[in-house]
């Protein structure tokens, strides 16, 4: 997928979708969510190059995001830990909630570089 318009709608869905699962206290698909959410952040500034591509690896996701941001790469690694905690235990809501100011920072960074 290279359209920046539906890597948009999709990462807009997956933030909203975390916030409700931390609501309910679904904190490992808080996790998951996060992390996707991030995912299409990415894939969604790439598609705004002019030759837009799609990351294979989560690897390549966090060289691509280091490459914008020392802090941003920071906050994505921090968030990449949780996940894989929440993934594990599932339990830890203050991981959860940490995710979230995670996941809300890195897209808040995109949004403004969009504008």
Avoid: C, T
Wanted: hydrophobic content about 40%.
């Amino acid at each position: 997928m290279g359209d920046f318009k539906k890597h948009f709608e999709l990462m807009k869905e997956k933030q909203a979708a975390a916030h409700q699962a931390l609501g309910s206290k679904q904190h490992s698909v808080v996790g998951d969510l996060a992390i996707k959410a991030v995912e299409q952040a990415i894939e969604a500034d790439a598609a705004r190059g002019k030759i837009p591509r799609h990351f294979g690896e989560h690897e390549e996701r966090l060289k691509y995001l280091k490459s914008l941001s020392e802090e941003l790469y920071q906050k994505a690694r921090k968030l990449w830990f949780i996940y894989g905690d929440l993934g594990y235990d599932g339990v830890d809501g203050e991981r959860a909630r940490r995710a979230m100011g995670y996941v809300n920072a890195i897209i808040k960074f995109f949004e403004e570089r969009w504008k």
